[in-house]
T-cell receptor, first 111, second 115 residues
Framework: GENVEQHPSTLSVQEGDSAVIKCTYSDSASNYFPWYKQELGKGPQLIIDIRSNVGEKKDQRIAVTLNKTAKHFSLHITETQPEDSAVYFCASQTGANNLFFGTGTRLTVIP | EAGVVQSPRYKIIEKKQPVAFWCNPISGHNTLYWYLQNLGQGPELLIRYENEEAVDDSQLPKDRFSAERLKGVDSTLKIQPAELGDSAVYLC?????????????FGPGTRLLVL
């Protein structure tokens, strides 16, 4: 089955700096890669996603890049704000099958 | 539009007792998922429904876990009897499955503590 690895497990940045979270996947057939943000006491919330026919996608301060050859994808958050502090999960999916999640990155933005 | 609703939000029980969780998906969503999230980990799928049919329950521990989605809308997940290791967050998610990959929307989860 699919194996998704996520790094780092914790990340602290100063407010205004950038944050980068990286994930790798094992199934070359995976073609959909969402990123979720989970705040304390809440369920995961989709923040951005990318499909395998696209190399990069951006939404305001958030961007995701995908390297299919290397089987890795990354989340980039620029101009970080304290409200960006949360746990971020990457995931991968093959076709209409199930999502496989990474182990999460706890991001702390220091004011 | 209301999101995925789950109840209860918190549950504390003693081991060997039964427990049930309820989920109401987003209106019109035909696919419903139950996930298990252990502390410090990502969600792991327990079961996926397409309408009333459980299309993937391979990760559901069937000796003690059961689930149903009788009318293709609400769903319940049951554990009987509960064990200490079942303490976790149980997340419900839903999506509108059109054959392509659709966003899964998660509820707030039920936090279970087994004593």
């Amino acid at each position: 089955g699919e194996n998704v690895e996520q790094h780092p497990s914790t990340l602290s940045v100063q407010e205004g700096d950038s944050a980068v979270i990286k994930c790798t996947y094992s199934d070359s057939a995976s073609n959909y890669f969402p990123w979720y943000k989970q705040e304390l006491g809440k369920g995961p919330q989709l923040i951005i996603d990318i499909r395998s026919n696209v190399g990069e996608k951006k939404d305001q301060r958030i961007a995701v890049t995908l390297n299919k050859t290397a089987k890795h994808f990354s989340l980039h958050i620029t101009e970080t704000q304290p409200e960006d502090s949360a746990v971020y999960f990457c995931a991968s999916q093959t076709g209409a099958n199930n999502l496989f999640f990474g182990t999460g990155t706890r991001l702390t933005v220091i004011p | 539009e209301a999101g995925v609703v789950q109840s209860p939000r918190y549950k504390i029980i003693e081991k060997k007792q039964p427990v049930a969780f309820w989920c109401n998906p987003i209106s019109g969503h035909n696919t419903l998922y139950w996930y298990l999230q252990n502390l410090g980990q990502g969600p792991e799928l327990l079961i996926r429904y397409e309408n009333e049919e459980a299309v993937d329950d391979s990760q559901l521990p069937k000796d003690r876990f059961s689930a149903e989605r009788l009318k293709g809308v609400d769903s319940t997940l049951k554990i009987q009897p509960a064990e200490l290791g079942d303490s976790a967050v149980y997340l419900c998610a839903s999506s509108l499955n059109t054959g392509a990959q659709e966003t899964q929307y998660f509820g707030p989860g039920t936090r279970l503590l087994v004593l």
